[in-house]
């Protein structure tokens, strides 16, 4: 199985043990089986229920081709269990790597982490893997996972389970600050898949010293995470996706409300986001906007709208946005996400929108 090195992190930056929402928790990386140099790796799982009353919980494993098998779990009022090898015990697998979802009624009931471990001759050596709200995970996000300092002490594995249906652009990038590739790749929701020995498997090419390994979810969502691992040990490091932003090409100046040449909603320290919310009414007649940018190449910038709800489109390639929202949506907020594109850089930009 090559389970190996399971050790997490989200994109998102939330890694919550006691979840605040209902829904699913997800631990992106579980395994069974052998791995590198002898090494040889079990997943514990351990679920505690803080309610005054029973819960019931439907375990789902997900490899990559998927959910592969769920198993059903009653948790006692206040009452704590634990699954050691959970891969192999609760989901039948003799050699496998995937991702836990926890599914319940009431997901903020639940305390959940689990630990990843290699057992050798010598002892137990593993990381802690903490479950990830689902609904708190952003579209449209941008990680980046540190690689080790020296790879010949140290082989470095990329993973990710996907939530939705995702794209995902992985990018390499060397000590230096130079951009060694780029390779966008899609995943279906509910797939979760681990890349051992993550620069090559990922982007064919050779492992360096301080590398660093960029996901930016094009659309949809999900969660990434790394391990580096001592490959005279078996010693598993922590390696967390870090939200990052980093400069492009493409400067956002904000939004233009009344598409009259003038940005009425700013992006003053051009993080990607406006800094106030635009207020759109909720109306029989919809509301316009333009999404400013540009580039010091003065190359015209292409936007495109992620996972945007039915009521907004964008017009035109000049980032015109007509926005329709229903009176149902009175008195509730939403955050529109652009992806801009020139020159092949890519970045997301951030409006969040309040209707009244």
Same mark, same amino acid.
């Given at each position: ?106 997901? #903020? ?77 899609? &995943? ?36 990434? &995470? ?38 009425? &909603? ?60 229903? #009176? ?29």
């Amino acid at each position: 199985m090559k389970v190996k090195h399971l050790i997490t992190a989200t994109l998102a930056a939330l890694v919550l043990p006691l979840s605040a929402s209902a829904g699913s928790l997800i631990i992106p990386a579980a395994g069974t089986g052998p791995g590198a140099n002898g090494s040889h790796w079990k997943s514990e799982v351990i679920i505690a229920n803080q309610s005054l009353l029973p819960v019931n919980l439907t375990l789902v494993f997900h490899d990559g081709s998927g959910a592969a098998g769920t198993s059903a779990l009653t948790l006692a009022a206040r009452a704590t269990v634990a699954d050691d090898d959970i891969v192999a015990t609760r989901f039948g697998r003799t050699s496998a790597t995937g991702a836990i979802e926890i599914q319940a009624a009431d997901t #903020s009931k639940l305390a959940v982490t689990s630990r990843t471990y290699n057992e050798s001759a010598t002892g137990r050596f593993g990381q802690d893997i903490p479950a990830v709200d689902a609904s708190t995970l952003d579209a449209a996000s941008n990680s980046v996972l540190l690689g080790p300092a020296s790879v010949v002490e140290q082989r470095f594995n990329v993973g990710i389970y996907a939530v939705t249906d995702a794209t995902v652009q992985w990018t390499l990038q060397r000590a230096d600050g130079s951009t060694a590739t780029t390779v966008e790749l899609k &995943y279906t929701a509910g797939q979760q898949i681990q890349y051992n020995n993550g620069v090559p498997a990922i982007f064919s090419a050779q492992s360096k010293d301080l590398d660093s390994v960029r996901a930016l979810f094009k659309s949809g969502t999900g969660i990434v &995470y790394g391990s580096a691992i001592e490959n005279q040990s078996g010693d598993p490091s922590f390696v967390r996706g870090i939200a990052a932003h980093p400069d492009t090409l493409i400067r956002f100046l904000g939004v233009d409300r009344h598409d009259a040449g003038v940005v009425d &909603y700013p992006d003053a320290n051009h993080d990607g986001v406006v800094d106030q919310a635009i207020d759109i009414p909720t109306s029989l007649f919809p509301s316009f906007f333009r999404v400013v940018a540009d580039s010091p190449t003065g190359a015209k910038v292409h936007f495109e709208l992620i996972d945007a709800a039915s009521d907004v489109t964008l017009i035109d390639d000049n980032g015109t946005v007509e926005w329709a929202p229903g #009176s149902d949506r009175k008195g509730t907020s939403s955050t529109l996400k652009v992806r801009a594109t020139v020159d092949g850089d890519t970045t997301i930009l951030s409006i969040p929108a309040n209707f009244r």
